[in-house]
């Protein structure tokens, strides 16, 4: 049974951090691109940032470039979302979602597998 988990979420100012965790399990996490979405309430699910199985790319949605960063660790089968200087228009709940053999899709439709989701909340 395929599982992703997401933890890291809560309530912080305008301009502090968060670091967001996806735990994988039931599935061969080193050969999924696995990407972070998000949604705020009364708005559609945006893409927020990618990663490819082998690390070596990366892609991001261009309001959070320079202040996200993806990144992953396929020996702990955790993907991790950075968030810095966050403002309150980030406030959403962020998921995560996995997809065999690809990556770097913006279409929440092209992933196979996601997880629960968790809230990230940034008062001014």
Do not use: H
Not at 7 to 35: D, E, K, M, P, W
Not at 62 to 74: E, P, Q
Not at 84 to 111: H, Q
């Amino acid at each position: 049974q395929v599982q992703l988990v997401e933890s890291g979420g809560g309530l912080v100012q305008a301009g502090g951090s968060l670091r967001l965790s996806c735990a994988a399990s039931g599935l061969t996490f080193r050969i999924y691109g696995v990407a972070w979405f998000r949604q705020a309430p009364g708005k559609e699910r945006e893409f927020v940032a990618a990663i490819s199985w082998s690390v070596a790319n990366t892609a991001y949605l261009d309001s959070v470039k320079g202040r996200f960063t993806i990144s992953r660790d396929n020996a702990e089968n955790t993907v991790y979302l950075q968030m810095s200087n966050l403002k309150p228009e980030d406030t959403a709940i962020y998921y995560c979602a996995a997809d065999r053999s690809r990556w770097g899709f913006r279409d929440s439709r092209e992933y196979d597998y996601w997880g629960q989701g968790t809230q990230v909340t940034v008062s001014s």
